[in-house]
């Protein structure tokens, strides 16, 4: 290959991974992956009564729960660098509104999960995570929703430590 072309070939590829790096976030999967487990995770499969046993690179359908135990975490992957953990002993059903596929819901009905979206995600996808008593809409952000009972006070705790996020609820 001669200097001049070598030279045009170099610069097609610099210019195309700099577009690639501005372009908008990818859509979220069809399905969402549990990619990593510490300790106990257990998954109900969306329309099923029991729980099993989740496994690392495990696909699953959108109206999964996952289950957590104690000093257990399990780390899930909507689409490449789009994911959040979830904690402890936390129970969550992983969703995605019927109408509008794109909008992914969490529902925390006990513990806690962190999210992390890249910048623009909200061009192909939106995200929700709802708890009984309040709701937390991600626009681009590293944030955590966290639930609990103390009592008869039902308690949910918002962080957010990047970005941007809208809360609303009772």
């Known amino acids: ?48 009564n029991g729980f099993v046993a989740a496994t690392e690179g495990q696909a699953c359908e959108y109206g999964t729960i996952i289950r957590t135990g104690s000093g257990s975490s399990c780390i899930l992957s909507f689409s490449e660098d789009n994911g959040c953990l979830v904690a402890q002993d936390t129970t969550v059903l992983v969703d995605q509104n019927p109408k509008m596929k794109k909008h992914k819901v969490l529902r925390i009905s006990a513990g806690e999960v962190e999210f992390n979206l890249e910048k623009g995600f909200r061009k ?7 708890t009984p008593s309040g709701i937390c809409e991600a626009i681009a952000c590293t944030c955590a929703t966290d639930y609990k009972v103390i009592g008869d006070l039902k308690t949910s705790t918002f962080r957010c430590t990047e970005g941007d996020v809208e809360i609303r609820g009772d």
């Open 1 to 48: 290959m001669n200097q001049n072309r070598c030279a045009a070939v170099l610069v097609a590829l610099v210019a195309l991974m700099t577009v690639a790096g501005m372009a908008d976030a990818a859509p979220f999967e069809p399905q969402f992956t549990i990619a990593k487990i510490a300790g106990t995770c257990e998954v109900q499969p969306a329309g099923t």
């Open 124 to 130: 192909n996808n939106r995200l929700t995570v709802e």
